[in-house]
């Protein structure tokens, strides 16, 4: 079975690491066989907002955020992983590792 993540981006500008690290958490995803939905939270506003599906299924949720996450609340009971927004440009797998170790616990 797939794990199932899901993910919200956010960088103070609300621009380029916002996609940077959207992109990032995708690629990642897809090399170790994981499905990922990112919602991003940029200059423009949200993109591909994650539904109330979308949270339900999540196994897990990632903040990679240098701002507030807007609509939070829809996170509730849900293992959150927060980093910085450039942590998964950095090292996107590791931080899906990360993530899903909250699992375990």
Do not use: S, W
């Amino acid at each position: 079975m797939k794990r199932k993540i899901i993910a919200v981006t956010a960088c103070a500008t609300g621009v380029a690491h916002t996609y940077m690290a959207a992109q990032a958490l995708k690629k990642a995803a897809q090399k170790k066989g994981y499905l990922i939905k990112v919602e991003t939270q940029g200059a423009t506003g949200i993109e591909n907002e994650l539904t109330e599906k979308d949270v339900k299924i999540g196994e897990v949720v990632i903040f990679a955020v240098d701002t507030k996450v807007r609509n939070e609340e829809r996170f509730n009971g849900k293992d959150i992983l927060k980093v910085p927004v450039a942590a998964p440009i950095k090292n996107a797998e590791k931080i899906l590792d990360d993530a899903l170790a909250l699992l375990d616990k």
